[in-house]
């Protein structure tokens, strides 16, 4: 069977929406560094997956580029913008 120019179209434009639409995992090595700590770290909290990388992700983004602390040392100096990631993910408590 042929396919015809119309399927062969719709498989192109569904191909590259894919490609274009899906966000990296993280924007760059020093992302990664401090969220999957941070997941590890909110692990047990009873939370889903989509919540801790919302918050894990808001919080990382929160912190300055060249502060080297973990987002989990960070949060604890830092309550006002902890409590808006946390709000900002859906944390249920």
């Known amino acids: 069977m ?4 119309k399927a062969l179209f719709l498989s192109a434009t569904l191909l ?8 990296p995992a993280f924007a760059n ?3 990664e560094q401090r969220v999957a700590p ?15 990388m919302s918050y894990c ?16 040392e960070w949060e604890k100096q830092n309550a006002d913008d902890q409590e808006a990631c946390s709000k900002a993910a859906g944390w249920k408590y």
């Open 29 to 31: 090595v020093a992302d």
């Open 57 to 72: 992700s808001c919080a990382n983004e929160a912190m300055s580029s060249s502060d080297s602390q973990t987002i989990t």
């Open 38 to 52: 941070c997941l590890d770290d909110n692990d047990d909290a009873g939370q889903t997956d989509k919540v801790l």
């Open 2 to 5: 042929i396919p015809t120019i």
């Open 16 to 23: 590259v929406m894919t490609a274009t639409t899906a966000p």
